[in-house]
C-alpha cells in the first residue's frame, strides 16, 4: 500500500466536485483483472494521462457494499446465462461518506451500464419506503422481496483523464462474505475503465495493451456468489475463477 501512495503524491489531484463532471452515469465500461505485482507499474505509465480523485486528503479509499438479490437468485442468473438487459441493486458506503447510497446498476441490451442511485442509511435492516419505490421505478423487482445475498469491502483508487473523457476505478484487497463463510483475495486488482463512448479512442486502452493486461469481463457480484454460495450455477464463470485461484494464487478462506 506505501508504494501506491507513494506513487499516487505524484499525480495532480482532482477535487469530488471537479470529478461529477464525469460520473458517466450512462456508459460503456470495460473490465481488466490482475495481479496487485503490477498495479505500480500501470499507475506510472498511466501519470501522464491521469489525474487522481483526492476525498478529504485521501487517495485511496476504502468502499464497503451489500448486494441484494431474489429469493431465487434472478439477478445473478440473468448475468450468468449473459443475459444482456440484467440489474444489479446494493447498497454502498464511502470510507469518506457519513451517508450511503442506494444504486440500481442496469446493464442494456446495448452494453451500456445505466446508473442510478439515492442517498440512505447504509447499515439499516430491510428495505425502507423510498428504496421501494425507487426499486419500482427504475427495475422489474418492485413486487418481489430482495434480500441481502453478498458484502464486500475493496480499496479503490479513482482516475480521471486530463481530456475529462474517462474515468477509471482501480479496486484492490477485495473480500467477500455472506451467511456461508468469507473469502479474500490479497493480490487482486480490478480495472475498470468507463467512457461514454467509443472505447477505443482512450488513452488508457494503449496502455494497459503495452503492459499486455488482459481484458477480463466477471462482476464482484458474481465472483463472490460463486465462491461463497453451495449450489448455485457456475458454468460460465470457472475459467475466470481457475484463474483466480491458480494464476493469483491468493484466495484466502475466513
Not at 470495460?30 to 489525474?51: A, G, N
Not at 467509443?198 to 493486461?213: A, E, F, Q, Y
Not at 461463497?228 to 475466513?254: D, H, Q, V, Y
Request: with cysteine.
Amino acid at each position: 500500500m506505501k508504494t501506491i501512495q507513494n506513487i499516487l503524491s505524484d499525480f495532480p489531484a482532482v477535487s469530488l466536485e471537479e470529478a461529477q463532471e464525469v460520473k458517466l452515469m450512462n456508459r460503456i465500461d470495460r473490465k481488466y483483472w490482475f495481479h496487485l505485482s503490477l498495479l505500480p507499474q500501470l499507475l506510472k505509465e498511466l501519470k501522464p494521462f491521469c489525474d487522481v480523485l483526492e476525498v478529504e486528503g485521501k487517495r485511496v479509499v476504502q468502499y464497503q457494499t451489500t448486494y441484494l438479490d431474489t429469493d431465487n437468485n434472478e439477478m445473478y442468473i440473468n448475468h450468468h446465462n449473459g443475459k444482456l438487459a440484467r440489474f444489479k441493486v446494493r447498497r454502498r458506503k464511502y470510507e469518506t461518506s457519513e451517508t450511503g447510497f442506494f444504486e440500481i446498476k442496469r446493464k442494456t441490451n446495448k452494453k451500456v451500464t445505466k446508473k442510478r442511485r439515492i442517498e440512505t442509511e447504509f447499515s439499516r435492516n430491510g428495505l425502507m419506503p423510498e428504496e421501494c419505490e425507487f426499486i419500482e421505478k427504475n427495475s422489474p423487482y418492485g413486487n418481489l422481496n430482495l434480500h441481502p445475498a453478498l458484502s464486500n469491502k475493496f480499496y479503490r483508487i479513482t482516475l480521471i483523464t486530463k481530456c475529462r473523457k474517462d474515468r477509471c476505478t482501480i479496486d484492490f484487497y477485495p473480500r467477500f462474505w455472506n451467511k456461508n463463510g468469507e473469502v479474500e483475495f490479497r493480490n487482486l486488482v480490478i480495472f475498470e475503465l468507463k467512457r461514454g463512448s467509443r472505447l477505443n479512442d482512450s488513452p488508457v486502452v494503449s496502455v494497459v495493451k503495452k503492459l499486455g493486461i488482459r481484458q477480463r469481463g466477471l462482476s464482484k457480484y458474481c465472483t463472490g456468489r460463486a465462491l461463497l454460495t453451495p449450489g448455485l450455477k457456475k458454468n460460465a464463470f470457472k475459467s475466470r475463477l481457475r484463474f483466480l485461484e491458480n494464476k493469483l494464487n491468493n484466495i484466502k478462506t475466513i
